[in-house]
């Protein structure tokens, strides 16, 4: 019986035998390496391209890639060494869809007409070499090419020489947010890197630069804790010093910037927090971010502007006033550089934050560079949870793909966050938590071995501003309803709080009707910026007064209106809110002329009066004489500051009625 089932096997296995196609051989279309020179310790990424030649798909692990030096070939296990060398030359990973086979051979996967792309990695491990080799071949253990693979040979070379970078560590800047009176505790090691350095990575107890209005102790592990001064509110900072393990040790400094809020700020314009940035970039490269996505303006209504304060020494800054930046940095630099820039808000009085970024620059030949993960801060009302999205100010400076780690280094104190991969995050507080929370999460980069970095995201409630006040606009012309056309006139627009709270960002619009220009305006308190008067503080029982010019362009009768849009508060009596004064400027009128002038046709009852003495009624009359014209209707009323009346003046540039023009005539015979 036994005989029968190897009998049957031995069938089964010829048949699949000769059922193998016959593959063409793949043919290499193009493959570099980037850099093309690299250090001892560095790494180089080979790209190689190829296709299918033949009809049939070539199964996926029946093709290797190979990579060899000028005078030694590595074999299909990596096991063979080039002699002199004291080792292996590199050690490769592959970035592909398949593993390794071997320390220098890839399984390509299955592929039909192509073309397709492999790339690899290698990390140079000694100098004086060239790789000068790549190649595509069947495994040892498969024979169905058609012909010989060594044909498909390119030769891109990859020069490796002694390492010249210096070595290095890199301490990032750091930025924390507490409010009044509250310690804050984090890691100044979340964001540095490692280099080239040997780990751990060990802080100096003592700050390099103590803050001006708190205390702060460091311990060796990076974990440090800040307190501010009783009633300190206002942004502080200390320097810090850290060193690696080696011998003698690689260090840097950095600066650590501290925000400190007021939970119960009151009434009245508040400062912006600007977050810190960092900027990796390598020699003659350029950098391009947004240094006000992480900044945050605490009032409503308002929005953030950038200005440089300082400019960097060692590469070129362009910076808008948006936020946006592009950074070049120089072609020989190296190490720390850095700017200052300021985020100022749009109240009134402006005020502005100031804060440095931090930028670190490698050199060209630096390689798997760890992510810039900046630190975030995020409002949220203080009854509701908090989304947002940590990705949005962090970059690869190889360019890179960016994954966040779905569990947080350091989850919040005071609720719970869920992280995704794309960035995105939902804080929940703990029921009845309305105070400030942060968490720590990690962020790494797509290649192999990846790197990663660290940073904080700052939730911060979002003070809720409540009481009432009856705020009340009025307006008035100064002078003369009656003007001349052209002439500049002015109006008063006075806004009052009659309480019993203060109110806070008030917004009053003023507008015109179109026979008016709007010139200027001065304000005693807040400030006036095309048409729209903000008034950050009115106490109950003040007024604020804002005075309008504007020029009179047509003839007739125009309105300027005033009107209160906004404020924190809950405004008690919304009756009050809006105003409007008039002006009139002389119609002309030839003795042959008649103006049609009409009011609205809900109007009722309409009465038209001349001088004081009635001459018309209805909602259209024509009127071809002149005086002073007015009108009265059941349902409408003038304004507190009076009506305006409708005045027309003889005309001074008019044809005579009876125009008589000398005349000769003179007979000529034809």
Request: overall charge negative; proline content about 6%; glycine content about 8%.
């Amino acid at each position: 019986m036994k005989k029968i089932l190897l009998s049957i096997l031995s069938v089964v296995l010829m048949s699949l035998h000769w059922s193998w196609a016959q593959y063409a051989e793949p043919a290499v279309t193009g493959a570099n390496f980037v850099p093309s020179t690299t250090e001892v310790g560095q790494s180089s990424t080979l790209t190689v391209s190829f296709s299918n030649s033949g009809s049939s798909p070539i199964p996926a692990s029946s093709i290797e890639l190979t990579i060899s030096t000028a005078s030694n070939y590595y074999s299909s296990n990596g096991t063979s060494i080039p002699g002199g060398t004291g080792g292996a030359l590199f050690t490769w990973t592959y970035l592909g869809k398949d593993t390794w086979r071997g320390k220098n051979t890839a399984a390509i996967p299955a592929f039909g007409g192509g073309p397709i792309t492999v790339q690899v990695r290698g990390t140079a491990v000694s100098a004086g070499f060239e790789v000068t080799n790549i190649n595509v071949q069947p495994v040892s253990n498969f024979s169905a090419f058609t012909d010989s693979p060594n044909n498909n040979n390119l030769q891109p070379k990859l020069k490796i020489v002694a390492a010249t970078t210096k070595p290095y560590i890199f301490a990032y800047d750091d930025f924390g947010v507490t409010t009044k009176g509250t310690s804050l505790t984090n890691n100044v090691l979340n964001n540095d890197d490692l280099g080239t350095g040997v780990s751990p990575l060990i802080t100096t107890t003592s700050p390099v630069v103590s803050p001006t209005n708190g205390t702060v102790t460091i311990s060796t592990n990076g974990v440090y804790t800040y307190q501010p001064n009783a009633n300190f509110v206002g942004t502080d900072s200390f320097k810090y010093r850290v060193c690696d393990n080696s011998m003698p040790a690689l260090c840097d400094t950095a600066t650590v910037t501290i925000t400190v809020t007021d939970p119960n700020p009151g009434n009245g314009n508040r400062a912006p927090i600007a977050a810190a940035d960092n900027i990796a970039v390598k020699q003659g490269e350029t950098a391009t971010g947004n240094v006000l996505l992480n900044d945050v303006e605490l009032d409503a209504n308002q929005t953030l502007t950038a200005a440089i304060v300082t400019q960097p020494t060692k590469g070129t800054l362009t910076l808008n006033t948006n936020g946006s930046y592009s950074y070049i940095a120089g072609a020989n630099s190296l190490g720390n550089d850095w700017f200052t820039y300021k985020a100022c808000d749009n109240g009134s009085p402006q005020l502005c934050s100031t804060v440095r970024v931090d930028i670190n620059i490698y050199t060209n030949s630096a390689v798997n560079l760890p992510p810039v993960a900046n630190a975030d801060v995020i409002l949220r009302n203080p009854s509701s949870p908090a989304t947002g999205n940590v990705l949005t100010n962090d970059k690869d400076p190889e360019g890179g793909a960016l994954t966040v780690t779905t569990t947080p280094v350091v989850g919040p104190t005071h609720g719970t966050v869920i992280l995704s991969t794309n960035g995105t995050f939902t804080y929940t507080p703990t029921a009845g938590y309305t105070g400030m929370d942060q968490f720590v999460y990690e962020v790494c980069d797509s290649f192999n071995p990846k790197a990663c970095s660290q940073a904080l995201v700052f939730i911060i409630p979002q003070s809720v501003i409540t009481g009432s006040a009856n705020v009340s606009v009025s307006k008035t012309l100064i002078g003369s309803k009656i003007r001349s056309l052209n002439e500049i006139v002015s109006y008063q627009v006075v806004l009052k709080n009659a309480g019993p709270d203060a109110a806070t960002n008030v917004v009053v619009k003023d507008s015109t009707s179109s026979g008016l220009q709007l010139v200027g305006g001065t304000t005693s308190i807040g400030t006036f910026n095309n048409g729209q008067w903000n008034v950050p503080l009115l106490a109950p029982g003040d007024s604020a007064v804002l005075t309008v010019s504007v020029k009179l362009s047509v003839a007739g009768v125009s309105f300027n209106y005033a009107r209160v849009l906004s404020l924190d508060q809950t405004d008690t009596n919304k009756s009050n809110n809006e105003s409007e004064a008039c002006v009139s400027v002389p119609h002309q009128l030839c003795a042959t002329e008649k103006m049609e002038v009409s009011v609205s046709a809900n109007y009722t009852n309409v009465k038209w009066f001349k001088d004081g003495a009635q001459v018309a009624t209805g909602n259209v009359v024509l009127l071809s004489e002149a005086g002073s014209y007015t009108f009265t209707a059941n349902n409408v009323n003038c304004p507190v500051s009076g009506c305006c009346p409708l005045v027309i003046e003889a005309g001074t540039n008019c044809c005579p009625i009876n125009l008589c023009i000398p005349v000769t005539l003179k007979k000529v015979r034809k």
